[in-house]
Structure formats: structure tokens, C-alpha cells
């Protein structure tokens, strides 16, 4: 049975930076693929960015595209999401997931992490 915990999420403003960790547990994630996700209050769940277990492939979605950075470090079961130049509207719960499709959807993922919430302000 695996785990995934999320952390690093906060109150910053905008134009600012935060660094969010998805330390993966009880089972061996580095042949799964990963992503982040976010929903803001009264809006569906939406892919943020997904990475392949290997690293070599990313993807983000075009809101977030030269301001957030997707990584991974198999070694520490970690990914990780860099959020720079943060907006208003990055406001929401952001969970991580794991999966066997890359990018990693919705409708297909094995785990989900607990979430972290990002409030950015203005």
C-alpha cells in the first residue's frame, strides 16, 4: 500500500516563490509516473504539470508553462514542484498523484497524495 504526502504549500504573494515536495511511501515509485494537480474553491481538479519515471518527459499545462518545474529524485522517492512569478489564481489545493499513463490524467491515477493548499495573494 503506498502513500504520497505533499508539503511546502503557503500563503505568498504575488510574484513570489514556493517549493512543493511529494515524498512517495510503502512501495517503490520510481517506475510510476507522476503529477501535480490543483483545485480552487467551487472549479474541477486540473493537471498542473506531469512527469515520466524516468525524467526525461514533462509536461505542464499552458497556465503554468517558463513558471512552474516539475522534477524528481527517484533516490529519495521525492517530486517536486517549483512555482515562480505565483499569481492570484495558481490559489488552490495542489495534490500530488502517481500513475501508469504519462502525462498523468485524472481519470487514471493509482495514488493520490492528501494535498497542500497555496494561497497567493494580491
Known amino acids: 500500500q503506498g502513500e504520497l504526502v505533499e508539503s511546502g504549500g503557503g500563503l505568498v504573494q504575488a510574484g513570489g516563490s514556493l517549493r512543493l515536495s511529494c515524498v512517495a511511501s510503502?512501495?517503490?515509485?520510481?517506475?510510476?509516473?507522476m503529477g501535480w494537480f490543483r483545485q480552487a474553491p467551487g472549479k474541477g481538479r486540473e493537471i498542473v504539470a506531469s512527469i515520466s519515471w524516468s525524467g526525461a518527459n514533462t509536461y505542464y499545462a499552458d497556465s503554468v508553462k517558463g513558471r512552474f518545474t516539475i522534477s524528481r529524485d527517484n533516490a529519495k522517492n521525492t517530486v517536486y514542484l517549483q512555482m515562480n512569478s505565483l499569481k492570484p489564481e495558481d490559489t488552490a489545493v495542489y495534490y500530488c498523484a502517481a500513475g501508469r499513463s504519462f502525462p498523468v490524467v485524472g481519470g487514471v491515477v493509482d495514488y493520490w497524495g492528501q494535498g497542500t493548499q497555496v494561497t497567493v495573494s494580491s
Open positions: 510503502g512501495r517503490t515509485f520510481s517506475n510510476y509516473h
